[in-house]
């Protein structure tokens, strides 16, 4: 299984932007998808997490009431609508996920090591 992000690109504090994920199969339907990011000289952190129902999400609380993640079962899509950049946001931002049959918040917003990684997408915020 393959994941392939897009959507990065450079946007001023303040604005939006909206990242994909797309899983090259459907046989996601067991897994919880997530997105990190990792910012220049910091290491890499937990964004924001979803069963692929849709019906549970997770979210690191630098992001919370701001990032939204959703999921297009029929695309096999996860996405990541991001409102009210700030600078701190610029990183490059990895879709991932796991196979998981339980839904673990704290165990995704704080311990979660995805086997599936995509590609990452930069995500630039100006001030």
């Known amino acids: 299984v393959q994941l392939q992000a897009s959507g990065g690109g450079l946007v001023q504090a303040g604005g939006s932007l909206r990242l994909s994920c797309a899983a090259s199969e459907r046989t996601f339907r067991s897994f919880v998808m997530g997105w990190f990011r990792q910012a220049p000289g910091k290491e890499r952190e937990f964004v924001a997490a979803?069963?692929?129902?849709?019906?549970?999400?997770a979210y690191a609380d630098s992001v919370k009431g701001r990032f939204t993640i959703s999921v297009d079962n029929a695309k096999t899509t996860v996405y990541l609508q991001m409102n009210s950049l700030k600078p701190e946001d610029t990183a490059v931002y990895y879709c991932?996920?796991?196979?998981?049959?339980?839904?673990?918040?704290?165990?995704?917003?704080?311990?979660?090591?995805?086997?599936?990684w995509g590609q990452g997408t930069l995500v630039t915020v100006s001030s």
């Open positions: 979803i069963s692929w129902s849709g019906l549970h999400t």
């Open positions: 991932a996920g796991d196979r998981d049959y339980a839904w673990r918040p704290d165990y995704y917003i704080n311990h979660w090591g995805p086997d599936r």
